[in-house]
């Protein structure tokens, strides 16, 4: 019988963490008026002009509309290099317990640039990183862009754990390429979601004493 106890015992600890405030991110689904050099409202410019897009555009000169992230609507698009500049957006977000353990995630894609007179297929490897008040605080992974500029764009999940450095704080994130020669990447994000991690110590002790009791047991 001890491994059910065990399972509801992990489950009440998981459950605790709902008891703490929630984390807040206004306007988490980026939806928002299109347009060059703006972002959806909550939203701030951080530097640079990140842009509020639809599979149109701005600045999609792919023969291609953009495929929508599986959250849908509108979102940013954002341009980086590896060393200074690039495009970011942020808000002062609230509900969060100092020094605990989050996970942010989001839909990513590497847009790629079409150059819109000579027609080169510019945009490098790229990535976001994720900046609390500030300092870096993780990265998501590195995503190519599309082989051919008639190629679809792809999103997929970003997912970076940051530990809350106060019950508020300003969370920008910054589009960033992965080319150290200086070139730009072109990054698209979209469906914020952030979830406080349950503490893994607690899990490891109780799992811990779980198969010590059932050794014991035995
Ligand atoms: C198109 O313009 C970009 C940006 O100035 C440049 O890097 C690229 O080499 C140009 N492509 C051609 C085919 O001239
Ligand atoms: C754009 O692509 C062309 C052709 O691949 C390349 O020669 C050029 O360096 C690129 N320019 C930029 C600004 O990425």
Redesign the pocket.
């Known amino acids: 019988m001890h491994p059910i106890r065990t399972l509801t015992v992990v489950a009440s600890l998981s459950a605790a963490p709902l008891c703490a405030a929630s984390p807040v991110i206004i306007n988490p689904d980026l939806t928002g008026p299109v347009g060059i050099g703006v972002v959806p409202p909550g939203w701030s410019l951080w530097t640079g002009s990140p842009d509020t897009c639809d599979a149109g555009g701005p600045f999609n000169n792919t023969p291609t509309p953009w495929v929508l992230s599986p959250n849908g609507g509108t979102f940013v698009r954002a341009g980086g290099t590896s060393t200074v500049g690039g495009e970011g957006f942020a808000q002062v977000v609230t509900g969060f317990t100092p020094g605990a353990l989050y996970t942010l995630t989001f839909f990513q894609t590497n847009l790629g640039f079409e ?1 819109p ?4 297929w ?1 945009g490098t490897d790229g990535y976001w990183d994720l900046m609390l008040d500030g300092s870096h605080a993780g990265s998501s992974a590195v995503l190519t862009k599309p082989t051919l500029n008639t190629d679809p764009i792809a999103w997929s999940i970003g997912l970076i754990n940051f530990v809350a450095p106060a019950a508020s704080f300003e969370m920008a994130l910054w589009s960033r390429s992965a080319d150290p020669s200086g070139l730009a990447a072109y990054m698209g994000i979209d469906g914020f979601d952030v979830r406080l991690v349950p503490a893994p110590s607690g899990l490891a002790a109780f799992a811990f004493a779980g198969i010590a009791l059932s050794r014991r047991r035995r």
Do not use: V
């Open positions: 150059h007179t000579n027609g080169s510019n």
